[in-house]
């Protein structure tokens, strides 16, 4: 890499906004995706399917999958430099509304997904989960 090089890159890298790692970054971006507060349920209506102990997160595989009709779902994750993973649309007539995934995880932390339906009604739930290698570490 030449010099000149490295100056304009440091230059962008330097103008990239901070990654903020917070339960309060994350509750942030979760009302901007869903234009409101979601409703923690706990009926089953919206699941998870993670492994609770992970020994790599640099891949963890995640499936999230809703048993009535959504118009989004999404994935979050306080702890990760940035708390939005995924974002993922659905028609009103999708036949099952679910997505699989393999998401880096910094550290153990709470993963939350949330689910959006056509009539403005959103619930979260979320599943704990250890992490023993940690990926997506800053400085």
Do not use: Y
């Amino acid at each position: 890499m030449k010099r000149r090089e490295f100056i304009v890159a440091s230059a962008v890298f330097a103008a990239l906004p901070e990654a903020q790692a917070s339960d309060d970054a994350m509750r942030a971006a979760i009302r901007a995706w869903a234009g409101r507060e979601p409703q923690v349920q706990g009926n089953g209506a919206l699941k998870i399917e993670i492994a609770e102990l992970v020994e790599n997160g640099n891949a963890v595989p995640v499936r999230v999958a809703a048993i009535e009709p959504v118009i989004g779902l999404a994935l979050f994750t306080p702890l990760n430099p940035e708390p939005e993973v995924v974002h993922v649309a659905f028609s009103t007539a999708s036949g099952k509304p679910e997505f699989s995934t393999r998401m880096r995880l910094a550290r153990s932390q709470r993963i939350v997904a949330v689910a959006q339906a056509a009539d403005g009604r959103c619930w979260q739930t979320g599943i704990d989960v250890v992490v023993t290698l940690a990926a997506c570490v800053e400085p």
